[in-house]
């Protein structure tokens, strides 16, 4: 009795600290004065038209660094944890010829998909995040439909090391240049797209970053996949 007693004090007192919290937040009220700021600047500032796509790729850069490293730690653990054991694909039938006619037809399809998504991402919603997870469903799909395909382990490394010092590289000269991580100098300092805002060729190293996350995310997310549909096999 005592212990409920006690839980149910601790529940009501860290209730009424909630309660009192967000009795002070001004719902309904607009007290964001950097949303309007990023709406009202973004093209100036980033020759970007999707103001999502600048906000997270060039304001916030940074912090994307962060996610696609946390996508690259979790890509790891999984290797990590399975690479000293022999694991191989197990699948014994081949997938229906309804599966095997459409993966033929629509795999090439969904990685141009993919990459559409991304080189877009400045332009429309999208980006290197889910155009990187559309091209690791095209691999997906070939891995329901062939039971002997795997991907190309050692290309896939090496382009995922590459995409990811890229993306360094690219922080690493905006330092140089303009003193800080990820300075966007291919928009500030050279205003290429400028007369060009609102197509294929602007928005300053937004498409570059972008082109960049999609590779990456979609090697590692078919590395993922390659790893979770194999299983261990004794020797």
């Known amino acids: 009795m005592l212990k409920r007693a006690l839980a149910i004090i601790s529940l009501l007192i860290i209730g009424y600290w909630l309660a009192q919290g967000l009795a002070g937040v001004p719902f309904g009220e607009d007290k964001m004065l950097v949303g309007q700021y990023y709406l009202d600047h973004v093209k100036e500032q980033t020759g970007a038209v999707n103001a999502v796509t600048a906000i997270v790729v060039n304001y916030r850069g940074f912090d994307t660094l962060g996610e696609v490293t946390v996508l690259f730690i979790a890509s790891t653990g999984v290797g990590a944890l399975l690479w000293r054991k022999k694991r191989e694909r197990t699948a014994k039938t081949e997938g229906s010829i309804v599966l095997t006619t ?46 002997t395909y795997e991907i190309p382990h050692k290309a896939f490394e090496k382009t995922e090391g590459i995409v990811g010092m890229a993306y360094v590289l690219v922080g690493l000269i905006g330092l140089a240049i303009g003193g800080y991580f990820l300075y966007d100098w291919i928009w500030q300092d050279w205003k290429f797209g400028a007369d060009n805002i609102g197509r294929l060729f602007s928005g300053g190293f937004i498409p570059i970053i972008y082109t960049i996350i999609g590779l990456k995310v979609g090697t590692e997310l078919s590395g993922i996949i390659d790893n979770m549909l194999k299983e261990e096999v004794s020797e």
């Open 102 to 147: 459409g993966t033929r037809l629509l795999v090439p399809f969904v990685m141009l998909f993919g990459v559409y998504i991304f080189i877009h991402g400045h332009l429309t919603p999208g980006g290197g995040f889910p155009g990187g997870a559309t091209i690791a469903t095209a691999f997906l799909l070939l891995y329901m439909a062939f039971i």
